[in-house]
């Protein structure tokens, strides 16, 4: 896949796979972020992308970075950055 072929696809695919980002993270900066890193997926595996099935791949790129967000927020959620043990007591730690 050139960068000529890969344009093209960006230009057929863009509003698909954002508009199926937007459905399931409702906010129009991590649905573009969501898109953006699926394009990117795809760029990096371009020589073992099927081109047959470019969409396909654009989708599960999307399905797989929101999975990530999740994950991340669930992590933040449990564990704080910067509070991370803040809530635990250590033996000898004053």
């Not at 595996?45 to 999975?67: M, S």
């Amino acid at each position: 896949m050139d960068s000529d072929f890969f344009d093209t696809l960006f230009e057929k695919y863009w509003q698909q796979v954002y508009t199926s980002a937007f459905k399931r993270v409702v906010n129009a900066d991590t649905a573009t972020e969501v898109t953006q890193e699926a394009f990117f997926q795809l760029w990096l595996n371009k020589d073992q992308a099927n081109k047959e099935n470019i969409l396909d791949f654009l989708l599960a790129a999307v399905h797989d970075e929101i999975f990530k967000l999740i994950e991340k927020e669930c992590l933040d959620i449990v564990n704080p950055p910067g509070k991370i043990f803040e809530h635990m007591e250590f033996p000898g730690a004053n």
